[in-house]
């Protein structure tokens, strides 16, 4: 019912900033909650943030709050991730999904999920 597409991952030095796209289609994009996920290699799938249908509510997990800003435009189906003060533990690949409801912060609330990309960190 809805195909997202992520893009505005790269490379980029420690402290330095990305914003995270995702493109949703459909009409209905403002019947979702959006999320954003990554994933290490060899790592699990953790939760990142998410937004409310109206954008009145983020939730963050506790390692990125104060540096990150999810954001919705339901005009323009587009859901971003503003990424400040990167660092290295932040690599990963960034994947965006879709909820019809649920616990915001489980990957099993998610119904959508976009192909990913990759943020990579050095320093």
């Known amino acids: 019912q809805v195909q997202l597409v992520e893009s505005g991952g790269g490379l980029v030095q420690a402290g330095g900033s990305l914003r995270l796209s995702c493109a949703a289609s459909g009409r209905t994009f403002s019947s979702y909650i959006m999320g954003w996920f990554r994933q290490a290699p060899g790592k699990e799938r953790e939760f990142v943030a998410s937004?409310?249908?109206?954008?009145?509510?983020?939730y963050y997990r506790d390692s990125v709050k104060g540096r990150f800003t999810i954001s919705r435009d339901n005009a323009k189906n587009t859901v971003y991730l503003q990424m400040n003060s990167l660092k290295p533990e932040d690599t990963a690949v960034y994947y965006c999904?879709?909820?019809?409801?649920?616990?915001?912060?489980?990957?099993?609330?998610?119904?959508?999920w976009g192909q990913g990309t990759q943020v990579t960190v050095s320093s």
């Open positions: 999904a879709a909820s019809h409801g649920g616990r915001y912060d489980y990957y099993g609330s998610y119904n959508y």
């Open positions: 937004i409310t249908r109206s954008g009145a509510y983020t």
